[in-house]
């Protein structure tokens, strides 16, 4: 009886690993056959990176029950720090085969450590503080990143945070990011292939630590953190542990973003809290702590007011009216109730059940 | 769980009530861009048109000519400037033949102002069938879309991406001066005009055009004996309150004041200025253009303004007057200086086919090729200045003009 219990998580996992590689295989043979628009192709990429931010903060919100925020902040550390990196190194390291790995991992590193910094005073508030909290932070990493201006020449990096001006670099120098208007010039190192892998080696990453002791003890602080502190868990321990996880991948995702245009600045829109917020709609459209669930619904939720592009001005309201019927879908106690008594499952067993007798 | 629930759901209703109140502002401004796009063949585009004639010019097949710019948003303004702007012109080369005998199709797509959504709709105009870009209005978009452009060698013209980097790749131009251009522009006429040697600047340290005019102009202002006396910065987050800027600008004793700035911000300034008593020259770029239609604003304050432009809607010329016109009558509202670079960038297309000889059968990397050395080649009359010329790097030459508000009106210095 055990050992079925056991193959059943895994076998969900292998699913889901099973539909991203399944997805990846049939866009490879559409590509390969010319069947793909450039619309489509180019959202490739990004799927990937929103994707990787719904699991990474369905780790926070669904496995350790606490609300963030401040997920974009994340996002834009890891884009910043290895995009950085790519633009220091490209003379250097002329493969993006290596350079890009690398890259990645200082984007995760550097999103990690701020993750662990963030983490130790907040994880101390609870629910809607925490919220508030997270929000806040996710905005200050913006606004920093936003008034720092680092220039490179001959003498080594100047950093200001004033203008271009106060660099005070001679002729040789380059100026790296400059302020509110970022880094341009990256390398365009993100591919559909990198993404995808990064995707599952995100899957593999959270799947395991869920289903691990780890994980059981993370979940054992969200559903009673007074009981699990009671039989020795160290609560601070492992919130800070997969609160630190989770702004890791986000790095990851800010790695990819970065790569994949040729322009990156901090904006309202692509780190501010309406971002945040759009992730936190991918994880509770997709059912918290449901990996699988996040993933569909980044899919759906990413492709769908592009692929509508062709409705013009209808799209924005085509894309809400959707998000509130998957919100009435996938919440509301009543449909619930009927989506359970008219699943496919319930109808097969019932099925089965009048051929038996 | 469940206020985390509760409080996801008033997060999804939040997400989705901007969602649905973007979406309706753009609806009615992209009504024009859908006629186009709508029309599946040529003799249909000339729909908007009135001449039984222009059906003829199909003959010579369509060209597809995409744009990109922000038609919702924050700076949904610019972008349907641009979007309204080209329109006209559309119309006009197709009521009188199109480009040797090609009809133009052309489709504008939505940015959002947003790096990966310009992408996605450069990518969704190319499966349109686009074969040259008008495009992208914003910079930092510009700078992303540029980069695919110049991976596929799509001809990229943009009406008003000011960085540098816009037009960093060689099949790239623009229509509007860069920033460092104008900056540079500024401090000369300041300097040689002698109009203060003592300026104070209040920029805009988050947007591209601003902190690029700034950096030029305090630069150039060194070589002509300017002194920069006090240089304040401002986000997009904190443009509402100017006072502290001011009272800095006021205490450092400055003769002039220079705003690298965009109208609206401008006219709360001039306001906020005059409320407390810091009465002073002020001086801006083309960005300052529009300044006299902001609403609520008392344009008394203006008074006295000088701007540098190339582009003032009340100019005395025929080409103005008509653009004008056009402008008020079908679009509403009188057109800023993007609408007039778009305006501008439609003609300088066509005129650079013209000089090409480029056909509708031709390949979009043919067409780049053939388009890139007839730009530099080309002199265009147009509004926002007489005989601009092209050089090999995308840039134009033209004269920057100076106006001052004088009695409510742009007049020419």
Redesign the interface.
Same mark, same amino acid.
Do not use: C
């Given at each position: 009886m055990k050992s079925r219990s056991i193959s059943k998580t895994t076998r969900s996992n292998f699913i889901t690993y099973g539909i991203v590689i399944a997805a990846y295989l049939i866009m490879q043979a559409l590509i390969a056959a010319d069947q793909v628009?450039?619309?489509?192709? +180019?959202?490739l990429v990004?799927l990937c990176i929103y994707v990787i931010m719904a699991v990474s903060l369905n780790l926070t @919100?669904g496995i350790l !029950?606490e609300?963030s925020l401040g997920h974009a902040g994340f996002m834009c550390v890891g884009a910043f720090t290895s995009s950085l990196f790519s633009l220091c190194m490209e003379e250097t390291l002329t493969s993006s085969m290596i350079r890009f790995p690398i890259a990645i991992l200082i984007g995760a590193a550097a999103a990690a450590v701020m993750g662990l910094i963030v983490g130790i005073p907040v994880l101390r508030l609870k +629910?809607?503080y925490l919220?508030i909290v997270t929000l806040a932070f996710g905005e200050i990493i913006k606004?920093v990143v936003?008034?720092i201006y680092l220039g490179r020449d001959a003498s080594g990096f100047h950093f200001s945070m004033e203008?271009?001006?106060a660099l005070n670099m001679d002729e040789t120098g380059t100026v790296l990011i400059k +302020?509110?208007? !970022?880094i341009? +010039?990256t390398p365009?190192d993100s591919t559909f292939t990198i993404g995808v892998v990064m995707v599952l080696i995100t899957l593999i990453i959270v799947l395991n630590l869920i289903h691990s002791r780890t994980g059981r003890a993370v979940m054992a602080i969200r559903d009673n953190r007074i009981a699990a502190e009671s039989i020795g868990i160290n609560v601070t321990k492992y919130k800070l542990l997969a609160f630190t996880i989770s702004a890791a991948l986000a790095g990851v995702a800010g790695a990819l973003y970065s790569h994949?245009?040729?322009?990156?600045?901090a904006?309202?829109?692509?780190f501010g809290y309406?971002q945040s *917020?759009?992730f936190? @709609?991918y @994880? @509770?459209?997709g059912g918290?702590g449901n990996i699988r669930g996040s993933i569909i619904a980044t899919v759906v939720l990413t492709l769908l007011p592009?692929l509508l592009?062709s409705m013009?001005? &209808?799209?924005?309201?085509i &894309?809400?009216i959707v998000? *509130?019927v998957m919100?009435l879908v996938n919440?509301s106690p009543a449909i619930i109730d009927f989506r359970k008594r008219h699943s496919l499952k319930n109808l097969l067993g019932k099925a089965a059940r009048k051929e038996a007798r | 769980m469940k206020r985390m629930i509760s409080l996801g759901m008033a997060a999804v209703l939040a997400v989705s009530m901007t969602a649905c109140s973007s979406g309706n502002s753009a609806e009615e401004t992209t009504a024009a861009a859908e006629t186009t796009a709508a029309a599946g063949d040529a003799a249909e585009t000339e729909a908007a048109g009135d001449d039984a004639a222009e059906t003829e010019a199909a003959a010579g097949g369509t060209i597809k000519i995409g744009g990109i710019g922000p038609i919702s948003g924050g700076t949904a303004i610019y972008g349907q400037a641009v979007m309204n702007g080209a329109q006209i012109a559309v119309d006009e080369i197709n009521a009188a033949g199109g480009i040797n005998g090609m009809t133009i199709e052309y489709q504008f797509e939505d940015d959002e102002n947003d790096t990966t959504i310009a992408v996605n709709a450069y990518n969704s105009l190319k499966d349109w069938g686009m074969q040259i870009l008008m495009g992208t209005v914003t910079s930092l978009p510009c700078v992303a879309v540029a980069a695919e452009s110049a991976n596929d060698n799509m001809f990229q013209l943009t009406p008003s991406g000011s960085a540098v980097e816009c037009i960093q790749n060689d099949n790239a131009f623009r229509v509007c001066f860069s920033d460092p251009n104008q900056g540079a522009a500024s401090a000369q006429y300041i300097g040689e005009h002698g109009l203060a040697t003592k300026v104070a600047v209040i920029y805009d340290s988050s947007d591209v055009y601003s902190s690029g005019i700034y950096e030029k102009f305090a630069q150039e202002a060194a070589n002509q004996g300017i002194e920069v006396t006090a240089a304040e910065a401002f986000t997009a987050d904190s443009k509402t309150d100017f006072t502290v800027q001011l009272q800095k600008c006021k205490d450092s004793g400055a003769e002039l004041v220079f705003l690298p700035i965009y109208y609206s911000e401008a006219a709360l300034i001039l306001t906020q200025a005059d409320s407390m008593g810091f009465d002073t020259q002020f001086f801006g770029c083309d960005g300052l253009d529009g300044l006299l239609s902001v609403e609520n604003f008392d344009t008394a304050l203006a008074e006295g303004v000088m701007l540098l432009t190339p582009f003032a809607a009340d100019a005395e010329d025929e080409l103005t007057q008509s653009f004008v016109s056009k402008y008020e009558e079908t679009y509403g509202g009188t057109p800023n200086q993007f609408a007039a670079d778009a305006y501008d960038a439609i003609y300088a297309i066509k005129a650079a086919a013209e000089q090409a000889g480029i056909t509708s059968d031709m390949s979009v990397s043919d067409i780049c090729e053939a388009m890139k050395t007839a730009m530099t080649e080309i002199t265009i009359d147009g509004l926002t200045g007489t005989g601009m010329t092209w050089t090999a790097d995308g840039e134009p030459s033209k004269e920057p003009k100076a106006v001052m508000i004088e009695n409510g009106a742009y007049t020419a210095m």
């Open positions: 628009s450039s619309l489509l192709n +180019g959202l990004p @919100v !029950g609300l +629910g809607d919220a606004n936003n008034v203008s271009t001006l +302020g509110a208007q !970022g341009t +010039g365009k994949n245009l040729s322009s990156l600045a904006t309202q829109k692509n309406n *917020i759009m936190l @709609v @994880v @509770v459209l918290i592009e592009r013009d001005s &209808y799209r924005m309201l &894309y809400a998000l *509130i919100m919440w | -």
